[in-house]
């Protein structure tokens, strides 16, 4: 048996590799929901209602899709460009951060937009200095970026407790460990009354369209995908490598930290170390559902938000352990791993 | 100053350095088994955690300590088939499996530990591994107690660097095994089967991942929580480029951290008004320091996460 290169590889089959695998993984997890005691189409169906059944539980899905747009965007603009980010969750904390630091006081009394926009820059530098550590680490020093990303994240949800356990620590909150709450008149506006759903996912999707633009119409795109590609070819064709890795390592870092900021100015208003359900994780996996497609991470941030809060409802209703979304996750991301390979190579006998 | 003499000349640092060390002990001999064969495998931090729960969980079920350990290997070596046959035969990409390993096997464990455990106010305990004390060799004055007294597996795992060592630089297999790791072309020559090889260090290189994960739950601690891997797996990945990816600075490297991780655990109760993030920190700063140090003269197997295809160069 050998496995060859199809010489071309069609959209069609492209597009239904995700379906295929989240249609595997949901297969292989029935197997495991049975064991619950409870019929996986019993449980399927509670969780689909969960996620989409009411008008509160729709709000909800969206609203856990929306940081998930940006924290995938991010694992997807880095992994184009073969830098490994599996940073996204320390990024999204420190975003998190500057934007209750900023939020707090220092940008009060500035006209809206511009107090918004000075809080998105200053979580998304945040984000991209966590990031460019390691980037650069592996520029100048040749570390593996993905150990290093990794060990950040513990670094930055330590520095996120020292942080709301200190200086940044709310005297009203009972001793309970959060940040200080942003000013109430920064929190985004609610896109449906009544609901935690916030303007912060229309600010993702139009993140994702621009980020579309940028990789198939500009210089800077075609640049991250050569460099991701074949460095040396790349290089060798006058594709800065260093630089362009170095814009990519802000961009996705920046990226996960607006995440943060997002989640901050929109439903929860300050900061804890508990705030993300693996946020910066999950938009790994978003990531490569969305085969690294900005439009696909979209779609891809919707069905994970659909598992994880139709999981939680499911839950509640079945006794099935919520940690079956995770499950689900990690089966579906192996499985699109392997259809994408039969969407692109076909195996000769 | 002196505080930090009377710390490093109890004893009893000594023998925490051993037991914080064990855990790494086996990751990074595991770690170094995947990557001397061309595999690397970030599915360690998963494969520990599921290691500790299926160690623990067949203990809780009246199983023997031992068996418990050799359960917990079983399902190790399952999820590093898993990764091998991604990684190996269909070439994916090492990173991305590895990280789906990773998901797939503490998402597992917690599934599983959720589904079979009543989890009262605190988790549920088991009666753990106990300190063996070696007959004559643990009455030797400060050594005895340091070395001598630890729990079983311990004296295991420094077994296992001696074992693991002597097969990869002493034994025919040994040296297939590294082969694989340089240039499997070269293996394919000699009329062996680099895939063969691949898939069978992954499952070894797995199955002592699990087994540091276990450690963790039958005689570190006696209960399962999750996240209690604590990014140990990662930990070990940098360990074992900071040893060059050998077993005998493996072992080293483990250690040193272990001396670190155990100092400041007690420099902490000993200094005051310094937040104690800033202590948990150290590890994860000083595991990227060491890989700055030594990345440069690291000598990497050369077909590290090269996938081998056969006739294809």
Known sequence: MRIERREEVSVAVLILAPFGAVLGALVLCAGLIAMAGVSPWVAYGEMLRGAFGSRLAVTETLTRASPLILTGLAAAVAFRARLWNIGGEGQFYMGALAAAALGHSAVVGLPLPAAWAVIAGGAMAAGAVLLLIPALLRLRFGVDEVVTTLLLNFVALLFVGLMVEGVLKDPMAFGWPQSVPVAAGLRLPDLVPRSRLHVGLVLAVVVAGILWLVQARTVFGAETRAAGLNPGAAAFAGVPITATLAKVAILSGGLAGLAGAIEVLGPVGYVTTTMSPGFGYAGIVVAMLAALHPAGVVAASVFVATVFVGADAMSRATGVPSFIADVIMAVALLAMLVALLFATYRVRT | ?313
């Open chain 2, 1 to 313: 100053m002196t505080v930090a003499l009377d710390i490093l000349m109890t004893a009893s640092l000594w023998e925490a350095v051993l037991r914080i060390a064990t855990p790494l002990i086996f990751g990074v001999l595991g770690a170094l088994i995947c990557e001397r064969a061309g595999v690397l495998n970030l599915g360690i931090e998963g494969i520990m955690t599921l290691g500790a729960m299926v160690g623990w969980l067949t203990v809780y079920w009246g199983g023997d300590l031992w068996t418990g350990l050799a359960v917990a290997v079983l399902a190790g070596m399952a999820m590093g088939w898993l990764h091998a046959m991604l990684t190996v035969p269909l070439g994916l990409s090492q990173h991305v499996s590895g990280l789906g390993i990773t998901l797939l096997a503490s998402a597992l464990a917690y599934y599983l530990y959720r589904l079979w455990v009543e989890v009262g106010d605190l988790p549920p305990t088991i009666a753990p591994f106990q300190p063996l004390a070696i007959p004559g060799l643990s009455s030797i004055p400060f050594l005895g107690e340091a070395v001598f007294t630890q729990m079983p597996p311990t004296y295991l795992a420094l077994i296992l660097v001696v074992l693991v060592a002597w097969f990869l630089n002493r034994t025919p297999a040994g040296l297939a095994l590294r082969m694989t790791g340089e240039n499997p072309h070269a293996v394919e020559a000699q009329g062996l089967n680099p895939h063969r090889i691949r898939i069978w260090a992954v499952m070894a290189g797995s199955g002592m991942m699990a087994l540091g994960g276990a450690f963790l739950t039958t005689a570190a601690f006696n209960s399962f929580f999750p996240t209690m891997v604590q990014g140990r797996g990662w930990i070990c990945i940098a360990l074992v480029v900071f040893a060059s990816w050998r077993p005998g600075k493996a072992l080293l490297g483990a250690l040193l951290f272990a001396l670190f991780d155990a100092f400041q655990l007690r420099l902490q109760t000993v200094v005051e008004g310094v937040p104690y993030q800033l202590f948990l920190m150290a590890p994860y700063v000083l595991s990227i320091l060491a890989l700055v140090l030594v990345a440069r003269r690291a000598r990497v197997p050369e077909a590290l996460m090269q996938p081998y295809r056969r006739g294809e160069r």
